[in-house]
């Protein structure tokens, strides 16, 4: 049975930034006709700033090959994309910049597309341009990816660059993101940083696509301890779809299995109030249960299987980020 849901993470504007199909093409995990047919709440378009990596290596972890632009005109490119397709569309899609304007969207049977950022650097240890940001309608930074950048250091198998914080402009940045009313994202972030926004955040904060360390060792994933912790805060995690992060098992394949028990273990460390999902679409390969909105009733399915309760899954799906935004934004 299906659930209007939220997910808090996808890479297909990168994907789309060149051919610009990002309405309908199936070729991709994410486009918003797919969004629309399937009851899809909203979802979280993240601009991905790419590492210059070679092809070869793209292919095999499906990460998106950056066009050859500076940051700010990937940035003003990337959002051009999404807006366009949305004032095209406006039968179907709205962007949103709060909970309110999702809630008003979903009552009048329109999804919503909210813009994010993923990987910090292109603020450039600016607080201006991290106004700018906001001004320009993004509503969630990813501080780091898998390097680090002028908020902090990324999550890191090696126990010193893991244990570092953020960087001055970090703490800085992070109550200048709670003063403008934009989520603050730990995902890739370094266990030294995320303990830094637990002291300093004043507002919940998120974990746009990220799972549990005590089922995937990945540094990735977020420890029963940090969950904990984000929870007391308000916040919410995305469970990620990923193969690397759901388990150790080598095989790249992310089965609705192991992704329930992903979501199970946030309901029981963290509780049913930080539980959420953040699927990674068009940023990711392998062999995936889950490939596309048509696809995620087989999760929910899953869950009432495993004895959720109706409200725990619209919890999951959607309320929990809700609340998060309607609380820090």
């Not at 199936?26 to 969004?35: A, C, G, H, T």
Request: glycine share 8%; hydrophobic share 40%.
């Amino acid at each position: 049975m299906a659930c209007a849901y939220i997910d808090m993470h996808c890479d297909t504007l990168l994907k789309e930034i060149e051919g610009g199909r990002l309405y309908d093409n199936p070729e991709n995990m994410v486009d918003i006709r797919r969004m629309a047919e399937a009851g899809q709440c909203a979802q979280f378009f993240a601009v991905f700033f790419p590492p210059k990596i070679p092809e070869d290596v793209a292919r095999r972890t499906g990460i998106p090959l950056p066009p050859p632009l500076s940051d700010d005109e990937l940035f003003e490119k990337a959002r051009a994309l999404l807006l366009d397709t949305v004032a095209r569309h406006p039968d179907v899609i709205r962007l949103a910049l709060s909970a309110e304007d999702i809630e008003r969207n979903f009552k009048e049977g329109l999804c919503s597309a909210v813009l994010t950022v993923e990987d910090g650097r292109a603020v450039a240890g600016d607080l201006d341009k991290l106004r700018a940001f906001y001004d320009a309608g993004v509503r969630a930074i990813a501080l780091t990816w898998n390097s680090a950048n002028c908020f902090g250091y990324p999550n890191s198998p090696d126990p010193h660059e893991m244990n570092r914080g953020l960087t001055e402009f970090g703490r800085q940045a992070v109550l200048e993101m709670n003063r403008l009313g934009m989520l603050v994202d730990v995902s890739h972030l370094s266990d030294g940083g995320f303990w830094d926004i637990i002291a300093l955040s004043q507002k919940p904060f998120i974990a746009s696509h990220s799972n549990c360390r005590a089922l995937c060792r990945h540094p990735r994933n977020l420890t029963d301890e940090q969950i904990r912790a984000l929870a007391d805060k308000g916040g919410a995690v995305g469970v990620n779809f990923v193969p690397e992060f759901l388990t150790e098992d080598g095989e790249r394949q992310s089965r609705v299995e192991d992704i329930c028990r992903h979501v199970l273990h946030l309901v029981d460390v963290g509780g049913e109030d930080c539980a959420a999902l953040g699927s990674d679409f068009d940023g990711m390969g392998g062999k995936l249960e889950i490939g596309s909105p048509a696809e995620m009733d087989r999760l929910f399915d899953a869950l009432r299987a495993r004895g959720l309760t109706e409200r725990q899954i619209e919890k999951v799906a959607r309320l929990n980020v809700l609340r998060v935004m309607r609380d820090a934004l």
